[in-house]
Nanobody, 117 residues
Framework: VQYVESGGDLVQPGGSLRLSCAAS????????MRWYRQTPGKERELVAT????????QYADSVKGRFTISRDNSKNTVYLQMNSLKPEDTAVYYC???????????WGQGTQVTVSS
């Protein structure tokens, strides 16, 4: 199992970014996919979830209305469109597949998002 996150950058408050996560080593289309984020000294925080069937999505209250998770099963890729970015969105962002209550595989290297003027 492998996750390769990309798309992170330095962006000004109010800006937008689109993160991508290319996954391999498992039947991507059958799995729930999630984006998490982490800042130094803090627990990893769940940001967004997309289910394998119907494209149902869920979001943390802190990002609801600003972030959109999507997936392309033909490319084994999950995306996170982030709009109206705030300094508190600064973190390393990771994706993972979920099976029941368990993470699938190990965490990737993540992608750094920095929101600052």
């Amino acid at each position: 199992v492998q996750y390769v996150e990309s798309g992170g950058d330095l962006v000004q408050p109010g800006g937008s970014l689109r993160l991508s996560c290319a996954a391999s080593g498992f039947a991507f289309s059958s799995y729930v996919m999630r984006w998490y984020r982490q800042t130094p000294g803090k627990e990893r925080e769940l940001v967004a979830t997309i289910f394998s069937i119907g494209g149902v999505t869920q979001y943390a209250d802190s990002v609801k209305g600003r972030f959109t998770i999507s997936r392309d099963n033909s490319k084994n890729t999950v995306y996170l469109q982030m709009n109206s970015l705030k300094p508190e969105d600064t973190a390393v962002y990771y994706c993972t597949a979920i099976r029941g209550s368990n993470y699938v595989g190990s965490w990737g290297q993540g992608t750094q998002v920095t929101v600052s003027s």
